[in-house]
């Protein structure tokens, strides 16, 4: 019997690199891919899937009730790992409610179906609920979270996955429903989509625009290769103890600002400029309302209970993703026309 596995939130950005994982190394796993396909979702991150065998995109969103319920009465899921969110922390700001229904509505209706359907037979079923270290807050200049720090969340989109995060422990606490949670830093890596910094600063670079840095760039986030976040899921999903949180980290902090000097010193080799003229386009804007300084995460649990490590150097893995981005610069074209200049220019242009 092959065993069904729901991921949602699949067409995005690391939900695309955890399908594409689970189909290629799982072929006794049928994949289904449930996905809004919201402005952040994208088929073209799965040009390399989409035909195999044992893999199938579901369009749905997680907020109607009705809809996931009868998903669940149609197939019976022995995994659901669960990516599906509002992930950007500028648009919680100006949009909160979004971030409510998707993140904390969308996640107890999955709740509720895997609870529903799931009822007596527990066993051998797991809902992996993949959230942030945001929900920890701001570390100062010191310090690390581990699975223990006491939940700080400071916007609206960390509010809304630490409300998930205890919804899920209350299902399990209240229902003994099989969960497990991972908490994992910033990602970074192919078909990222611009909003977010790295990608953002690469698109710019190439087209010679300005780079805007949140306040003086003095941020810390702690950076993980998105395909050692999805091996990291991977080993939970099998092998993490039911109840319990993982923290996934990369030990890779970097300030915005070296990191952006860094990244222009790559692009400036790959696109053949005059050294330092990609730094150029640095422009420091208007911090982030409520900024967290810092994010470091402690993952020694993960590596001791189940042997997880991270696998790529930072420089290696920027370059890498340097190179994929300049390498699909068409895909790059496509999710930047329409909507995404609207947003631009609301989110930089008036900064
Ligand atoms: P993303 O924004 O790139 O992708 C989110 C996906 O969810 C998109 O494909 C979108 O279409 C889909 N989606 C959104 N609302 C939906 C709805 N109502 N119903 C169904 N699908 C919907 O996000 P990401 O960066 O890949 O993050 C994935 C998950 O990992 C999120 O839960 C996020 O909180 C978490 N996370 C992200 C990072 C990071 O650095 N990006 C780090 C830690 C944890
Ligand atoms: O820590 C995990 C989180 O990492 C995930 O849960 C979120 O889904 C993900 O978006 C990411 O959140 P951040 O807010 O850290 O990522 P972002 O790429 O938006 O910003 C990274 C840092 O760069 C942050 O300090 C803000 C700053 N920044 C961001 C943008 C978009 C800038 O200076 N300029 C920018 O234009």
Same mark, same amino acid.
């Given at each position: 019997?092959?065993?069904?596995? @729901?991921?949602?939130?699949?067409?995005?950005?690391?939900?695309?690199?955890?399908?594409?994982?689970?189909?290629?190394?799982?072929?006794?796993?049928?994949?289904?891919? @449930?996905?809004?396909?919201?402005?952040?979702?994208?088929?073209?991150?799965?040009?390399?899937?989409?035909?195999?065998?044992?893999?199938?995109?579901?369009?749905?969103?997680?907020?109607?009730?009705?809809?996931?319920?009868?998903?669940?009465?149609?197939?019976?899921?022995?995994?659901?790992?669960?990516?599906?969110?509002?992930?950007?922390?500028?648009?919680?700001?100006?949009?909160?409610?979004?971030?409510?229904?998707?993140?904390?509505?969308?996640?107890?209706?999955?709740?509720?179906?895997?609870?529903?359907?799931?009822?007596?037979?527990?066993?051998?079923?797991?809902?992996?609920?993949?959230?942030?270290?945001?929900?920890?807050?701001?570390?100062?200049?010191?310090?690390?979270?581990?699975?223990?720090?006491?939940?700080?969340?400071?916007?609206?989109?960390?509010?809304?996955?630490?409300?998930?995060?205890?919804?899920?422990?209350?299902?399990?606490?209240?229902?003994?429903?099989?969960?497990?949670?991972?908490?994992?830093?910033?990602?970074?890596?192919?078909?990222?989509?611009?909003?977010? @910094?790295?990608?953002?600063?690469?698109?710019?670079?190439?087209?010679?625009?300005?780079?805007?840095?949140?306040?003086?760039?003095?941020?810390?986030?702690?950076?993980?290769?998105?395909?050692?976040?999805?091996?990291?899921?991977?080993?939970?999903?099998?092998?993490?103890?039911?109840?319990?949180?993982?923290?996934?980290?990369?030990?890779?902090?970097?300030?915005?600002?070296?990191?952006?000097?860094? @990244?222009?010193?790559?692009?400036?080799?790959?696109?053949?400029?005059?050294?330092?003229?990609?730094?150029?386009?640095?422009?420091?804007?208007?911090?982030?309302?409520?900024?967290?300084?810092?994010?470091?995460?402690?993952?020694?649990?993960?590596?001791?209970?189940?042997?997880?490590?991270?696998?790529?150097?930072?420089?290696?893995?920027?370059?890498?993703?340097?190179?994929?981005?300049?390498?699909?610069?068409?895909?790059?074209?496509?999710?930047?026309?329409?909507?995404?200049?609207?947003?631009?220019?609301?989110?930089?242009?008036?900064?």
């Amino acid at each position: 019997m092959m065993k069904k596995v @729901l991921i949602t939130g699949g067409a995005g950005f690391i939900g695309s690199h955890v399908v594409r994982r689970f189909v290629n190394q799982y072929p006794n796993y049928h994949v289904f891919n @449930l996905d809004a396909l919201t402005y952040a979702g994208n088929l073209e991150n799965l040009t390399d899937v989409n035909g195999a065998s044992n893999y199938n995109f579901v369009k749905g969103d997680i907020t109607d009730a009705e809809f996931i319920q009868d998903l669940f009465a149609q197939h019976d899921f022995t995994y659901v790992i669960h990516l599906a969110a509002e992930s950007h922390v500028d648009r919680s700001i100006s949009n909160p409610i979004a971030f409510v229904m998707t993140n904390v509505v969308g996640t107890v209706n999955l709740l509720n179906a895997a609870k529903h359907h799931w009822v007596d037979k527990f066993e051998g079923k797991r809902f992996y609920h993949v959230s942030t270290d945001e929900v920890y807050g701001a570390l100062g200049e010191t310090g690390m979270f581990t699975e223990s720090t006491k939940y700080d969340p400071h916007s609206p989109y960390s509010a809304s996955k630490a409300s998930s995060d205890h919804f899920v422990r209350a299902y399990h606490d209240t229902y003994g429903l099989p969960v497990v949670i991972s908490n994992c830093s910033n990602n970074y890596g192919s078909h990222h989509f611009p909003e977010k @910094l790295i990608p953002l600063a690469i698109h710019n670079i190439r087209n010679n625009k300005p780079i805007p840095v949140y306040g003086k760039g003095e941020n810390v986030r702690d950076w993980l290769w998105v395909e050692d976040h999805a091996r990291a899921i991977d080993v939970i999903l099998h092998k993490g103890k039911n109840g319990e949180t993982y923290n996934i980290g990369g030990h890779n902090e970097w300030k915005n600002i070296d990191l952006i000097h860094l @990244l222009c010193k790559i692009m400036d080799k790959k696109l053949v400029r005059a050294e330092g003229s990609s730094a150029q386009l640095i422009t420091f804007v208007k911090d982030r309302a409520g900024h967290d300084l810092r994010y470091a995460i402690d993952a020694t649990k993960l590596k001791e209970e189940l042997g997880w490590v991270p696998s790529l150097q930072f420089e290696e893995g920027l370059e890498k993703t340097v190179d994929w981005y300049l390498n699909n610069q068409s895909w790059l074209d496509h999710v930047t026309s329409g909507a995404y200049q609207s947003y631009y220019q609301d989110q930089y242009e008036k900064r």
